[in-house]
T-cell receptor
Framework: GENVEQHPSTLSVQEGDSAVIKCTYSDSASNYFPWYKQELGKRPQLIIDIRSNVGEKKDQRIAVTLNKTAKHFSLHITETQPEDSAVYFC?????????????FGAGTRLAVHP | NAGVTQTPKFQVLKTGQSMTLQCAQDMNHNSMYWYRQDPGMGLRLIYY???????DKGEVPNGYNVSRLNKREFSLRLESAAPSQTSVYFCASSATAEAFFGQGTRLTVV
């Protein structure tokens, strides 16, 4: 089955710096790659996603890149702010017929220091 | 819209007790999922239901059973709770891509 590895497990940056989180996946059939943000005590919420037919996607300060050949994808956050502090999860799935069996990475705890 | 609603929010069980975690969604989603979250291990899929009437095992199904009662509701049952099942449990639902999560159930087995 699918396996997703995520690095680093913790990341500390200064406000205004960029943060990069990387994930690799094992199943070449995976075609959907979302990123979730989870604040302390809250539920995970989708922040950005990418499909296998796209190499890069941006949404304001966040961007995701996908390298299908190498089977890895990354989350980039620019101009970080204290409110970006949270745990970020990547996931991969083989979306089919309207359902996605998401397999998650172990998470990255991002701390943005003022 | 309430989205995905889980009950209860907190629960303490004694080893060997049984309980059912309830989940309901009002977004008319076909697919529903149960995950458990443990420190340093991310979200691990326990069971999922691709559509009403179907259920399948995920990554960590041992010790759990599920029921897709109807399109809205997907319950998770622990028949004989063990301390290793202490975790935060999240239910989620999806239509096409994005999975929407419930607020979670914090379960402690003593």
């Amino acid at each position: 089955g699918e396996n997703v590895e995520q690095h680093p497990s913790t990341l500390s940056v200064q406000e205004g710096d960029s943060a990069v989180i990387k994930c690799t996946y094992s199943d070449s059939a995976s075609n959907y790659f979302p990123w979730y943000k989870q604040e302390l005590g809250k539920r995970p919420q989708l922040i950005i996603d990418i499909r296998s037919n796209v190499g890069e996607k941006k949404d304001q300060r966040i961007a995701v890149t996908l390298n299908k050949t190498a089977k890895h994808f990354s989350l980039h956050i620019t101009e970080t702010q204290p409110e970006d502090s949270a745990v970020y999860f990547c996931a991969a799935s083989i979306g089919s017929g309207g359902y996605n069996k998401l397999i998650f990475g172990a998470g990255t705890r991002l701390a943005v220091h003022p | 819209n309430a989205g995905v609603t889980q009950t209860p929010k907190f629960q303490v069980l004694k080893t060997g007790q049984s309980m059912t975690l309830q989940c309901a969604q009002d977004m008319n989603h076909n697919s529903m999922y149960w995950y458990r979250q443990d420190p340093g291990m991310g979200l691990r899929l326990i069971y999922y239901s691709a559509s009403e009437g179907t259920t399948d095992k995920g990554e960590v199904p041992n010790g759990y059973n599920v029921s897709r009662l109807n399109k809205r509701e997907f319950s998770l049952r622990l028949e004989s709770a063990a301390p290793s099942q202490t975790s935060v449990y999240f239910c989620a639902s999806s239509a096409t891509a994005e999975a929407f999560f419930g607020q979670g159930t914090r379960l402690t087995v003593v």
